[in-house]
C-alpha cells in the first residue's frame, strides 16, 4: 500500500520555509539607555551579519541607573511598543538595570522572543583563583531585588562585591571617558575591590565595556574582565533558530539607529562607538 507521509512531510516543510521567508527580514530591536548597548549591537552585527537591526538610544532619559523602577518600566514598554509598530521579530534589552527592572514584565506582554543582558557571575564564580569577585553596576541595579537573587545563588561559592558606579554612565554618555575626572572616579570605585585582593570583574552595565582599558590601567592586567555581549548574542541566535525566525537572506542585513536626543554631537558619538559614519534618525 502506497503511504503519504513523505509527501505529507515535504508539503509541511516547504510551507514552513515560505512562512520562515516571508517572516525573517522582519528586524531585531535592540535598545539601552544610550551608547552602552552598541557593544552588544555589534556582537549580533558580526554574528548574525544579514539580520536587519533597529537600536534605539533613550539619551533623552540616561541614565536608566539613577531612576525610578516605574519609571524605567513605563519606557521599557514604550520602546517596546514602537518596535511592535516596526514589525520587529525579536527584542534585545542591551541593558542591565533596564533588564532587571522590566523584562518580565515585558515577556509576559509581548508574543515575540525578548532577550535580556545578564551579568556574567556564574563563570566569574568559577573562574576566580581568589573567589572574589567584584560587580560594577548602576545604582538601580544594586538595589534591585531580581539582581540580588542572582547574586545570592552564587555567594556560597565566593565572595562577591557589589560596587554601584553612580555617575559613571553620564560620563561615557558625555564623551569623557578618557578624562581625568572618569579616572578619579574609577579608581575610587575599584581601589577598595583591589585592597579586597578582588582578581576577577564583572561588568554589570552595558556602558562599562567601554571603560574596559581604563579598569585595567587602574587594576593591572593580572584582573580578569568579564562582560556580556557575546552570551548575550548566542541566546539571540537561538531564539530565533528556536522561533524559526533567522533570515535566509544572503544579503548583509541593515543597521539603523534613532536617538529620544538627536543632535550633531550624540551622531558624531554613535559614529565613534561603532567606527563608522551612520545617520542618527529621532526617537520617536
Ligand atoms: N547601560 C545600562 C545598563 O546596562 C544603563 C545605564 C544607565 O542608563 O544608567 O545598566
Known amino acids: 500500500m502506497p503511504t503519504q507521509p513523505k509527501a505529507n512531510t515535504h508539503t509541511f516543510i516547504t510551507s514552513d520555509l515560505v512562512k520562515q521567508?516571508?517572516?525573517?527580514?522582519r528586524p531585531i530591536g535592540v535598545f539601552d539607555s544610550g551608547i552602552g548597548g552598541l557593544s552588544i549591537m555589534h556582537c549580533i552585527k558580526q554574528q548574525l551579519p544579514n539580520e536587519n537591526l533597529l537600536y534605539v538610544a533613550d539619551t533623552l532619559n540616561a541614565p536608566y541607573g539613577e531612576k525610578s523602577?516605574?519609571?524605567?518600566?513605563?519606557?521599557v514598554n514604550d520602546i517596546a511598543d514602537w518596535f511592535v509598530a516596526k514589525n520587529a521579530k525579536a527584542i534585545v534589552v542591551a541593558c542591565n538595570t533596564a533588564t532587571v527592572s522590566a523584562i518580565d514584565q515585558l515577556r509576559?506582554?509581548?508574543?515575540?522572543?525578548?532577550?535580556?543582558?545578564?551579568?556574567?557571575?556564574?563563570?566569574?564564580?568559577?573562574?576566580?583563583?581568589?573567589?572574589?569577585?567584584?560587580?560594577?553596576?548602576?545604582?538601580t541595579t544594586a538595589e534591585n531585588q531580581r539582581f540580588l537573587a542572582l547574586v545570592q545563588q552564587y555567594s556560597n561559592t565566593s565572595e562577591i562585591?557589589?560596587?554601584?558606579?553612580?555617575?559613571?554612565?553620564?560620563?561615557?554618555e558625555q564623551d569623557k571617558k578618557n578624562s581625568l575626572d572618569c579616572e578619579l572616579m574609577l579608581t575610587a570605585y575599584l581601589q577598595p575591590l583591589i585592597e579586597k585582593g578582588v582578581d576577577t570583574i564583572v561588568l554589570g552595565c552595558t556602558h562599562y565595556p567601554l571603560v574596559t582599558s581604563l579598569i585595567h590601567?587602574?587594576?593591572?592586567?593580572?584582573?580578569?574582565?568579564?562582560?556580556?555581549?557575546?552570551?548575550?548574542?548566542?541566546?539571540l541566535q537561538r531564539q530565533l533558530?528556536?522561533?524559526?525566525?533567522?533570515?535566509?537572506?544572503?544579503?548583509?542585513?541593515?543597521a539603523t539607529f534613532y536617538s529620544s536626543?538627536?543632535?550633531?554631537?550624540?551622531q558624531q558619538l554613535f559614529s565613534h562607538i561603532w567606527q563608522q559614519s551612520l545617520s542618527l534618525h529621532k526617537f520617536p
Open 21 to 25: 521567508q516571508n517572516t525573517s527580514s
Open 69 to 75: 523602577t516605574v519609571f524605567i518600566q513605563q519606557r
Open 108 to 139: 509576559q506582554n509581548l508574543a515575540i522572543p525578548v532577550i535580556g543582558v545578564e551579568p556574567a557571575i556564574k563563570p566569574a564564580a568559577q573562574q576566580s583563583k581568589q573567589k572574589k569577585v567584584a560587580i560594577l553596576v548602576t545604582k
Open 161 to 172: 562585591y557589589i560596587q554601584a558606579c553612580p555617575g559613571l554612565v553620564e560620563l561615557i
Open 217 to 235: 590601567e587602574i587594576c593591572g592586567n593580572n584582573i580578569t574582565i568579564m562582560e556580556t555581549a557575546q552570551p548575550v548574542t548566542e541566546q
Open 241 to 254: 533558530i528556536a522561533h524559526q525566525l533567522i533570515n535566509l537572506s544572503t544579503h548583509v542585513g541593515s
Open 261 to 266: 536626543q538627536n543632535s550633531i554631537s550624540q
